[in-house]
């Protein structure tokens, strides 16, 4: 019982729907290998394959647990009956239980609440397609990066379904068609027909898009006639050509975790904290040290953002920062969280500067920037000599 009380009061402690590793620590390893779509990938296929049943057990587990030491429970409190309800000898977050009964359901309660967030977090969403083919008809059902068409044979599609499995009922995954003939046909969505059967109709372009799932993005290529595989699109870009009458043969689509990191406030031990506003998103949580704010692969501008110095760890400086902003250029200097971009405008960001008033300190910074990817760091500092510490301030700007 002793241990079940320590195990609780750390537990306690915990923020049931924060990434710890990537926002409670300044693990530059981990935030740089979930910038690889690779790595996202086989996490999210680890955690569904190997760890979710588990974590789905532990309320189980907990319940056994219990039904096996009703005697140590009732000792317990003979021994330490001052315990419950109070907090001065187990400090927690919450205030102690007044009865056992009490501890053991907040318990199972975090574990359900935790584990709802790491099967949100790291859920492995796949995507489903299936391609009608010149004179084969209508192929099996792809997915998640396979081949579906041809490629070698010299055989057009004539139409694709493309759905999307989860049970999320505002996602849904919309797509469009140019068509022989015909031009751009109407969106279509969750598995209904885009293009035509039974006319002889290639295909010529697609454009796919997700909606209702902020945190995803959908990666797609097609094998073109004359061409081969072109670069991969994202979001809504047209993959294939438009007035060369040639036909896409084959396609590949993806569907990937783009998540920008945050935490719903500001960390009391980082150095530095920011927060951007983004397209279609609003206002993500507080990024710290290092830390990854924005979004890649979505298309998606950053239209604001908020940059915080935290001066019980950094004595006696400041933080001032301008941005240029679309249509309006330099916007003044701002610092210590006060507000630099639009809202509501629909105006990016294109550029960024960040400076400390203190010699003693430097502060290094880098954007990600539409069609060039990572640029390279900026600095800003005052003679820093004998005593140096080291902030990434990294943002997405796309």
């Given at each position: 019982?002793?241990?079940?009380?320590?195990?609780?009061?750390?537990?306690?402690?915990?923020?049931?729907?924060?990434?710890?590793?990537?926002?409670?620590?300044?693990?530059?390893?981990?935030?740089?290998?979930?910038?690889?779509?690779?790595?996202?990938?086989l996490?999210?296929?680890?955690?569904?394959?190997?760890?979710?049943?588990?974590?789905?057990?532990?309320v189980?587990?907990?319940?056994?647990?219990?039904?096996?030491m009703?005697?140590?429970?009732?000792?317990?409190?003979?021994?330490?009956?001052?315990?419950?309800?109070?907090?001065?000898?187990?400090?927690?977050?919450?205030?102690?239980g007044?009865?056992?009964?009490?501890?053991?359901?907040?318990?199972?309660s975090?574990?359900?609440?935790?584990?709802?967030?790491?099967?949100?977090?790291?859920?492995?969403?796949?995507?489903?397609?299936?391609?009608h083919?010149?004179?084969?008809?209508?192929d099996?059902?792809?997915?998640?990066?396979?081949?579906?068409?041809?490629?070698?044979?010299?055989?057009?599609?004539?139409?694709?379904?493309?759905?999307l499995?989860?049970?999320?009922?505002?996602?849904?995954?919309?797509?469009?068609?140019?068509?022989?003939?015909?031009?751009?046909?109407?969106?279509?969505?969750?598995?209904?027909?885009?293009?035509?059967?039974?006319?002889?109709?290639?295909?010529?372009?697609?454009?796919?898009?997700?909606?209702?799932?902020?945190?995803?993005?959908?990666?797609?290529?097609?094998?073109?006639?004359?061409?081969?595989?072109?670069?991969?699109?994202?979001?809504?870009?047209?993959?294939?050509?438009?007035g060369?009458?040639?036909?896409?043969?084959?396609?590949?689509?993806?569907?990937?975790?783009?998540?920008?990191?945050?935490?719903?406030?500001?960390?009391?031990?980082?150095?530095?904290?920011?927060?951007?506003?983004i397209?279609?998103?609003?206002?993500?949580?507080?990024?710290q040290?290092?830390?990854?704010?924005?979004?890649?692969?979505?298309?998606?501008?950053?239209?604001?953002?908020?940059?915080?110095l935290?001066?019980?760890?950094?004595?006696?400086?400041?933080?001032?920062?301008?941005?240029?902003v679309?249509d309006?250029?330099?916007?003044?200097?701002k610092?210590?969280?006060?507000?630099?971009?639009?809202?509501?405008?629909?105006?990016?960001?294109?550029?960024?500067?960040?400076?400390?008033?203190?010699?003693?300190?430097?502060?290094?910074?880098?954007?990600?920037?539409?069609?060039?990817?990572?640029?390279?760091?900026?600095?800003?500092?005052?003679?820093g000599?004998?005593?140096?510490?080291?902030?990434?301030?990294?943002?997405?700007?796309?």
């Amino acid at each position: 019982m002793q241990h079940l009380a320590i195990i609780n009061q750390i537990i306690k402690v915990g923020n049931t729907d924060v990434d710890y590793i990537l926002n409670y620590k300044p693990s530059t390893w981990y935030t740089t290998l979930f910038q690889y779509n690779q790595f996202v990938t086989l996490v999210n296929k680890t955690y569904n394959n190997e760890i979710k049943s588990k974590f789905h057990n532990i309320v189980n587990k907990i319940n056994t647990q219990k039904s096996l030491m009703p005697k140590s429970i009732q000792m317990n409190f003979v021994r330490w009956n001052y315990l419950l309800g109070n907090t001065f000898e187990n400090p927690t977050t919450t205030p102690n239980g007044s009865t056992y009964e009490s501890e053991v359901n907040y318990l199972k309660s975090w574990v359900n609440n935790r584990v709802a967030y790491m099967d949100q977090r790291y859920s492995d969403s796949s995507v489903q397609y299936k391609a009608h083919i010149q004179d084969y008809g209508w192929d099996n059902f792809k997915k998640d990066g396979q081949t579906a068409g041809t490629v070698g044979k010299l055989k057009r599609i004539e139409a694709i379904r493309i759905t999307l499995p989860t049970e999320n009922e505002n996602a849904h995954i919309t797509y469009q068609t140019h068509v022989q003939d015909i031009g751009w046909q109407n969106w279509v969505k969750d598995g209904e027909m885009a293009g035509t059967e039974g006319l002889c109709k290639r295909v010529e372009g697609i454009r796919i898009k997700i909606e209702g799932m902020p945190n995803y993005s959908v990666m797609y290529r097609v094998h073109v006639q004359n061409i081969g595989w072109q670069d991969w699109k994202y979001n809504g870009e047209m993959a294939g050509t438009e007035g060369l009458c040639l036909r896409i043969e084959a396609i590949e689509i993806m569907v990937l975790r783009t998540d920008y990191l945050g935490n719903s406030t500001q960390s009391q031990t980082a150095k530095i904290n920011y927060s951007s506003h983004i397209q279609n998103i609003g206002w993500s949580g507080w990024g710290q040290d290092n830390e990854v704010i924005g979004t890649q692969h979505m298309s998606y501008r950053l239209e604001g953002i908020k940059i915080n110095l935290n001066n019980k760890v950094v004595p006696n400086t400041n933080i001032t920062y301008q941005v240029h902003v679309q249509d309006y250029g330099w916007q003044s200097w701002k610092e210590n969280g006060e507000f630099a971009g639009t809202e509501g405008q629909c105006k990016r960001l294109e550029a960024i500067r960040i400076k400390l008033d203190n010699p003693k300190y430097i502060v290094k910074y880098r954007t990600y920037i539409q069609n060039q990817g990572w640029r390279t760091l900026g600095f800003r500092w005052r003679n820093g000599r004998n005593r140096r510490t080291m902030f990434k301030t990294r943002s997405n700007s796309n």
